[in-house]
């Protein structure tokens, strides 16, 4: 019995493998392809470029603006990691929240109204003036 169960697992994991596989060489395909067509595109650009201007100029064109797309690229990467450090990102908040037990919340005290009416009045009297605005009844 376990080895007819260990033996529908290993097909399992074998289907899985070759898919993951198929799916691989897929990518590795598409980004070849891709590759393939950007240096077509350059080389078009630069045969263009040539043609209106001499080569030397034509080249430099494009590595300038090869330059600048990823300068701008890299800079938008750089900027996200560093403000994702700064403002603490976890994959657990939860985690780093402080624990406070239960017996620290004073039972005297009666817990904060969560809205007043006039808050929850005001929201909805905007909502009718937003809808009114936009053209939709609410």
């Known amino acids: 019995m376990l080895r007819l169960l260990l033996e529908l697992v290993g097909v399992e994991l074998g289907v899985m493998a070759r898919r993951a596989a198929t799916t691989a060489l897929l990518f590795v395909i598409g ?81 904060a109204p969560l809205a007043s009416s006039a808050t929850i009045i005001g929201v909805a009297v905007g909502a009718a003036l937003l809808g009114l605005i936009l053209g939709r009844r609410i």
Do not use: M, N, Q, W
């Not at 657990?92 to 402080?98: G, I, M, N, S, Y």
């Open 31 to 111: 980004g070849v392809l891709l590759a393939g067509a950007i240096v077509a595109l350059l080389l078009a650009i630069f045969i263009a470029l040539a043609e209106h201007y001499d080569a030397i100029t034509a080249a430099l064109v494009l590595a300038g603006i090869c330059l600048i797309g990823a300068v701008i690229f890299l800079l938008i990467a750089y900027l996200r990691t560093k403000s994702r450090r700064r403002a603490g990102y976890s994959a657990f908040p939860v985690a780093r929240a402080p624990l406070v037990p239960p017996a620290a919340v004073d039972p005297t005290v009666p817990p």
